[in-house]
């Protein structure tokens, strides 16, 4: 168990929709990350928070976006889902923002957009 | 940007025999590489990272990496695997981001298989 807590842990929509993945990083961690992982692409950098504030910005879409909030959760909005955009979405957690820093994953959100 | 190259998507190995994962990094400057072990349906675990501290890296689980800068590879070994070895695994590099972040680039992972 790495700490990070991701719910829901399923989600099944459809095309069109929107909908929001949760994201609750290890005690003490600020920095927050987002991943995508699909057959095709890969494990993809999304976006990074550290402290509530967008650090980082990887190959997120236009149609997704995400925020930190007070309390150090973040979540991943996705809308006008597409059917490529069924993936597994992961988050990770560090200390901070050194290249050092170890990322730890949660255990995912597979999104299934139908 | 820097990159990194997992050469065989696929590797299988009979349990106890030894197991290498290839990686290959590309970076402009000095890297600090990582290896996770992913299993079904599970998120990433860490098994070691490679922060210029040493160049042969111990891990958990039995495994160990050796960072080479002259050949550019950070591969992981296991003496003997065991079947419950068997995983996905990533190797990763750490490299700056946009607006002072960080970020992981992943290679695109290596499946192993543990035959008995």
């Known amino acids: 168990d790495s700490g990070v807590t991701q719910t829901p842990k399923h989600l099944i929509t459809a095309t069109g929709q929107r909908v929001t993945l949760r994201c609750s990083p290890r005690?003490?961690?600020?920095?927050v990350y987002w991943y995508q992982q699909s057959l095709d692409q890969g494990l993809q950098f999304l976006i990074q928070y550290y402290n509530g504030e967008e650090r980082a910005k990887g190959n997120i879409l236009e149609r997704f976006s995400a925020q930190q909030f007070p309390d150090l959760h973040s979540e991943l909005n996705l809308s006008s889902l597409e059917l490529g955009d069924s993936a597994l979405y992961f988050c990770a957690s560090s200390v901070g923002t050194r290249r050092a820093d170890t990322q730890y994953f949660g255990p995912g959100t597979r999104l299934t957009v139908l | 940007a820097q990159s990194v190259t997992q050469l065989g998507s696929h590797v299988s190995v009979s349990e106890g025999a030894l197991v290498l994962l290839r990686c290959n990094y590309s970076s402009s400057v000095p890297p600090y590489l990582f290896w996770y072990v992913q299993y079904p349906n599970q998120g990433l675990q860490l098994l070691l990272k490679?922060?210029?501290?040493?160049?042969l890296v111990k891990g958990i689980n039995g495994f160990e990496a050796e960072f080479k800068k002259s050949e550019t590879s950070f591969h992981l070994t296991k003496p003997s695997a065991h079947m419950s070895d068997a995983a996905e695994y990533f190797c990763a590099v750490s490299d700056w981001g946009t607006n002072t972040g960080n970020q992981f680039y992943f290679g695109t992972g290596t499946s192993l298989t543990v035959i008995p």
């Open positions: 005690s003490g961690d600020l920095s």
């Open positions: 490679y922060t210029s501290a040493a160049t």
